[in-house]
């Protein structure tokens, strides 16, 4: 079946480590995305990625970085520079149009203790 | 700049009513799609309903509706027939065309309570 997969669903990191959330499509879509998601708050973009190798920054992209070597993945590391990194991480991916909906993995629920 | 605006954090409505929930939105890309999204506590996103900016009729799927009012730049969500099942997270979308890079934002939700 053709989707999103996020790994871990949940994370747990003690404060000043860097961590990598993963992001694996199979849809063949070009655009992918990662969102940040606190409690009761809506969907921040962190990063979008338009065609392999390269990327832009969303509305909050200090203390993330990615990458996207290959189509089918967009990896999202949350580094010691990012302040308030515990949140509900979502990654989407859709096609490279204005009119196709975006398509979500489950979700990674980072703390970092 | 590329905006989303749902002012209702909040909503109550009774179970087989109707309920709409507001979305207003900015852009200066005269291309765009407009997307709503049900996120139950579970945290999944399940998409909803799409309207286009060039599309001429409101779009419908099933109990979902879009009131799309273009010239007012708003895109409300009309849910009939309220089930117990509906109650969550609502969002609104948009993602602009070449000309924003298929950036793609999201209001900050409405939280949908329905009532037996």
């Known amino acids: 079946d053709g989707g999103i997969t996020q790994s871990p669903k949940y994370l747990f990191r003690k404060e000043g480590q860097n961590v990598t959330l993963s992001c694996e499509q199979n849809l063949n879509h070009d655009a992918m995305y990662w969102y940040r998601q606190d409690p009761g708050q809506g969907l921040r973009l962190i990063y979008y990625?338009?065609?392999?190798?390269?990327?832009q920054k969303g509305d909050i992209a200090e203390g993330y970085s990615v990458s996207r070597e290959k189509k089918e993945s967009f990896p999202l590391t949350v580094t010691s520079a990012q302040k308030n990194p515990t949140a509900f991480y979502l990654c989407?991916?859709?096609?490279?149009?204005?009119?196709?909906?975006?398509?979500f993995g489950q979700g990674t629920r980072l703390t970092v203790v | 700049a590329q905006k989303i605006t749902q002012t209702q954090p909040g909503m109550f409505v009774q179970e087989k009513e109707a309920v709409t929930l507001d979305c207003t939105y900015d852009t200066s890309d005269p291309s765009y799609g407009l997307f709503w999204y049900k996120q139950p506590s579970s945290g999944e996103m399940i998409f909803l309903i799409y309207q286009g900016s060039y599309d001429q009729q409101n779009a419908t799927e099933g109990r979902y509706s879009l009131n799309f009012q273009k010239a007012r730049k708003s895109a409300n969500l009309v849910i009939s027939a309220s089930q117990l099942g509906d109650s969550a997270m609502y969002f609104c979308?948009?993602?602009?065309?070449?000309?924003?890079?298929?950036?793609?934002?999201f209001g900050a939700g409405t939280r949908l309570f329905v009532k037996a």
């Open positions: 979308a948009m993602r602009e065309g070449n000309t924003g890079g298929f950036k793609t934002i």
């Open positions: 990625s338009q065609i392999v190798n390269d990327f």
């Open positions: 989407a991916s859709s096609a490279r149009r204005e009119y196709t909906e975006a398509f």
